[in-house]
């Protein structure tokens, strides 16, 4: 199987914390790989360290067949690695269409800010946001500002996209619409790495399952494999199923 990412060995530590130990992941173009485990596992960590944000301590990281283990945040981003984060924050005085057009520019430094927004428009069409494009990205609603990010991330022309938690904080018809959004992105051929928590949006979008428990992974393989795997259930999903429990009940 070809393959896009490839991790061997993969480890990184915060002073006394081991938040990734040993991963082995590879990635093959076209998949849209679910990364799953409890709060605290070392998922945004994983994207974190892909992305040169916090370097790996050992180990190494293959993109497109290049070493990419010592490289900076930008220069993943210019190679085709884009990501969403977590905790959204746009530049809040900068219009929609302004966070866009700055994120095509930090990814691609030649283009002209003219093009730049032109590109920024056809990406906020895309996420539904046309509308809001010249209002400023602070107005803008929680299920705004998570599509606001992933219109930044297209806008940098992604091989590889990482979705983190996308759906976190989002109602059920809010989380219908960037499902389809998803699934729309995975038929365009972008290759997509998604955190996510909730399994119905799991096992809707994702070929292949990645689970990591205390900074490792501990099941990889086919969505409904990897669910009913018993150790998986132990670290993760009968977890989820007290909370899901104790909240409606
Ligand atoms: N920059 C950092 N400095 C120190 N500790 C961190 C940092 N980033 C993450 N951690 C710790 O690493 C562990 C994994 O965190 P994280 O990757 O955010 O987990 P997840 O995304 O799976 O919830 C946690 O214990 C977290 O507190
Ligand atoms: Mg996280």
Known sequence: MPELLRLTGVSRRFSGLQALRDVNLSVAPGEVLGLIGPNGAGKTTLVNTICGVTPANSGTILFDGTDITRTKPYQAARR???RTFQIVQPFAEFSALDNVAAAALFSQPGESLKSAREAAREHLAFVGLDAQADQPAAT????MRKRLELAKALAMQPKLLFLDEVNAGLNSAEVERATELIHQLARSGITIVMIEHLMK???????RIVVLHNGHPIADGAPREVISNPAVVEA???QQYAQRTARHG
């Open 236 to 238: 993760y999903l009968g």
């Open 140 to 143: 803008l609603t929680l299920a």
């Open 80 to 82: 085709g690695l884009s």
């Open 201 to 207: 949006v799991v096992l809707n979008v994702c070929t």
